[in-house]
Nanobody
């Protein structure tokens, strides 16, 4: 069974950078991969997504211009996070779906990683 495994989370000061990686244990037919995040008391929020068929990318408004999503190879997607802010603190989840259409809500995604904690604090 395919699994998504996130890595790269940690503690960083405001203004700093982190790079998250999502690795799929097997190559499969999912055509869209995204990052979501969730902080205590808040709903899971779309961060960024990338098409595995044409590498087109889409970003949430709060991270546009600071974060960059990329597909490193057939099984790995990364999220480069720059100029981090306190409000970026959350658990970050990798998710995948078979459709090639963009989805910015969690429900259409059928495969999720376990999450990795990102804490931005001085």
């Amino acid at each position: 069974q395919v699994q998504l495994i996130e890595s790269g989370g940690g503690l960083v000061q405001p203004g700093g950078s982190l790079r998250l990686t999502c690795a799929s244990t097997h190559t499969d037919s999912r055509n869209w991969m995204s990052w979501f995040r969730q902080s205590p008391g808040n709903e899971r929020e779309f961060v960024a997504g990338v098409s595995t068929t044409n590498d087109s990318a889409y970003y949430g408004n709060k991270v546009k211009g600071r974060f960059s999503i990329s597909r490193d190879n057939a099984n790995t997607v990364s999220l480069q996070m720059n100029n981090l802010r306190n409000e970026d603190t959350a658990v970050y989840y990798c998710a995948a779906r078979r459709s090639s259409r963009l989805a910015v809500t969690p429900d259409p995604y059928d495969l999720w990683g376990q999450g990795t904690q990102v804490t931005v604090s001085s």
